[in-house]
C-alpha cells in the first residue's frame, strides 16, 4: 500500500511569493497533519485536519492556512514567503483524529526561499 | 505547551553495542510517546511508541521505557547495526495528532 505521499518533492520561491503543497494521506486514513521541520531541527505541528475541519493549530502566522478535501487529501498553503520559511513541510496522516491512532510521515516537500 | 528535551544530540557507538537516547517532557498531561527515525532526505519513519498507562514496550531490538513521575522516556537499541545510522527524534503529545519533537539525535554506528 502507498504511503503519504507529498508533492512536490523540492520547490524554490523567492521573497514575497505563495506556494501550495500538496499531501496524499494513506488510504483509509481521515486525519492529516502539517509539521515544519528546519534543518537540524525536530519537526513543529502546523495544522491538523479532520473530516475536513481544522483541529488544532500551532504557534504560526496567519500566511500559514491548509484545508482538506472530501477525498482527505491536504494542500498547505503559505502567502507572503519570508526567508525563515525555507524549511522541509512534512506531512502527516492517521486513521482519525481522536484516540490512539500513530501518525505516518511523507517524504516532505523542501521549499526554499530566495 | 509542551517542551521536549532529548540528549544526546550525537551518539557513536560500536556496531553490536547498546545505544541509549533520553527525553524529557515538561507537561504531566502528555500521555502518548513516539520515537522516529529519520533517514536522510526521507521523512520521520515511527519505530516505537508507548502510552501513559505502560512503563516499557519493548519490539525486537528497540525497546522504550517510560517514567511519568519524573517525566521522562528513553529509547533503547541493542545490538547496533549499521542500518540503524539515523537521526532519532522523541516527541511527546496530549492528542496524538500535535506532537512537541525533541531536537534528535544522530547515531552513527561504526562498523
Known amino acids: 500500500d502507498a504511503g503519504v505521499t507529498q508533492s512536490p518533492t523540492h520547490l524554490i520561491k523567492t521573497r514575497g511569493q505563495q506556494v501550495t503543497l500538496r499531501c496524499s494521506p494513506i488510504s483509509g486514513h481521515k486525519s492529516v497533519s502539517w509539521y515544519q521541520q528546519v534543518l537540524g531541527q525536530g519537526p513543529q505541528f502546523i495544522f491538523q485536519?479532520?473530516?475536513?475541519?481544522e483541529r488544532g493549530r500551532g504557534n504560526f502566522p496567519d500566511r500559514f492556512s491548509a484545508r482538506q478535501f472530501p477525498n482527505y487529501s491536504s494542500e498547505l498553503n503559505v502567502n507572503a514567503l519570508l526567508l525563515g520559511d525555507s524549511a522541509l513541510y512534512l506531512c502527516?496522516?492517521?486513521?482519525w483524529g481522536e484516540g490512539n491512532q500513530p501518525q505516518h510521515f511523507g517524504d516532505g516537500t523542501r521549499l526554499s526561499i530566495l | 505547551g509542551e517542551n521536549v528535551e532529548q540528549h544526546p544530540s550525537t551518539l557513536s557507538v560500536q556496531e553490536g553495542d547498546s545505544a541509549v537516547i533520553k527525553c524529557t517532557y515538561s507537561d504531566s498531561a502528555s500521555n502518548y510517546f513516539p520515537w522516529y527515525k529519520q533517514e536522510l532526505g526521507k521523512g520521520p519513519q515511527l519505530i516505537i511508541d508507548i502510552r501513559s498507562n505502560v512503563g516499557e514496550k519493548k519490539d525486537q531490538r528497540i525497546a522504550v521505557t517510560l517514567n511519568k513521575t519524573a517525566k521522562h522516556f528513553s529509547l533503547h537499541i541493542t545490538e547496533t547495526q549499521p542500518e540503524d545510522s539515523a537521526v532519532y527524534f522523541c516527541a511527546a503529545a496530549i492528542r496524538e495528532y500535535k506532537l512537541s519533537f525533541g531536537a534528535g539525535t544522530t547515531v552513527t554506528v561504526r562498523a
Open positions: 502527516a496522516s492517521s486513521l
Open positions: 485536519y479532520y473530516e475536513k475541519e
